[in-house]
């Protein structure tokens, strides 16, 4: 409502909101950008862990906790993203908790990694770098209460690890923890409809009952699944939250549609940039000189990141050698913080910082 004021905090705002959710021009079904407090758009997979990792890059005060559910984690981007722990360094990037949400199934397909043994499951993590914690149940008290102390854990070993970095001044690759977190999928929904399981299953997935307007059985299925959350508890006659329970929610930045981290307008820093007319090629007379288009626009970049340490960086799988951009590394080498070999110190460029 602070932000769109035209969904109030009433009865009112609630159908419009409902009324405008996955409608076109209104509310994506997903995050978006346009939600506060988010950065990302949910509904194409696969993007969570790399965008994840880019906000805490250079960002040393700052643990961006990543969920990735287990249909993105089969995604491509998102398999190569769970390396990007080996391009953190904990003495001027903030870090990354990651959190794979294993509810078992897609849309109507078992996922991989909810199909295998909790031990080749740690075993993967471990081998991509990370120390894997399981929380895992269906008791909404027990595993809320689970959840609260692991994460109070990890907070305090990444803190530990940067710590240790920064009063040393060392930076190397270190082991930061992860979560696995393993629900039911549909969790505290309808267990069946119509005979058929729903909670657990993939029949959970986005509307687990159609034809409510209609179907009279599925109404008192909705309606029972809906006042399990106990509205009456949460909401007064006008359907605005209770005082006493808004009371409790973090006030400010801290809230999560309000933290400036997540909205890139508030934390965008202007770049300073050299004037691009000094590293232009004399055209006259014409015809008089060989140049290379992009070893220019390497020479460019060097400048660029001379001038902003702090808040430019270029990122490039494998081809800034082969595209002319080498003038970048006598500012700054390909950041690298997994083994190095005697033979990188000729030619390879490669450093943790």
């Known amino acids: 409502s602070e932000i769109y004021p035209g969904k109030s905090e009433d009865a ?81 990037d903030g870090a990354v908790l990651p959190v794979l949400h294993l509810n078992g199934y897609k849309i109507n397909n078992p996922s991989l990694l909810s ?10 993590f471990k081998g991509y770098g990370y120390n894997p914690y399981f929380v895992e149940g ?9 959840l609260a102390a692991t994460l109070d854990r990890c907070i305090a070993e990444i803190k530990q690890i940067q710590a240790e970095a920064r009063s040393t001044g060392i930076a190397k ?30 029949r959970a997935h986005q509307v687990p009952m159609s034809d409510v307007t209609k179907n009279d059985g599925h109404f008192e299925v909705l309606e029972e699944w809906l006042r399990s959350y106990k509205p009456e508890k949460l909401f007064d006659d006008s359907g ?11 006030k400010g930045a801290r809230r999560l549609g309000s933290n400036p981290h997540a909205n890139g307008g508030s934390v965008r820093k202007e770049l300073k940039l050299p004037d691009f007319r000094q590293y232009a090629a004399a055209t006259s007379p014409p015809g008089h000189l060989q140049v290379e288009n992009t070893r ?58």
């Open 12 to 92: 009112e705002g609630l159908k419009r909101f409902f009324k405008e959710f996955s409608f076109p021009g209104g509310v994506g079904s997903h995050c978006t950008p346009e939600t506060p407090g988010s950065i990302h758009e949910g509904g194409e997979l696969g993007y969570s862990l790399a965008h994840a990792y880019g906000a805490a890059y250079d960002n040393p005060d700052l643990i961006v906790v990543a969920l990735s559910g287990d249909g993105e984690a089969e995604t491509g981007p998102q398999a190569t993203a769970w390396h990007s722990n080996k391009f953190i360094n904990p003495i001027r």
């Open 115 to 124: 199909r295998v043994s909790h031990e080749e499951l740690e075993a993967l």
């Open 138 to 146: 269906s008791d909404p008290e027990t595993m809320h209460q689970a």
């Open 173 to 202: 690759r270190a082991r930061f923890p992860m979560i696995v977190l393993r629900t039911p999928k549909g969790w505290t929904g309808p267990s069946e409809v119509d005979g058929h399981k729903v909670e657990g299953f993939w």
């Open 240 to 250: 605005a939250l209770l005082a006493e329970l808004k009371d409790i929610a973090p």
């Open 296 to 353: 220019p626009l390497g020479v460019f970049l060097r400048d660029v990141m001379r001038l902003n340490m702090n808040n430019f960086r270029v990122f490039g799988p494998d081809e800034n050698t082969s595209n002319k951009l080498t003038a970048i590394y006598e500012v700054s080498k390909k950041l690298w913080l997994a083994e190095y070999l005697p033979e990188d110190a000729d030619g390879g460029e490669l450093g943790s910082d």
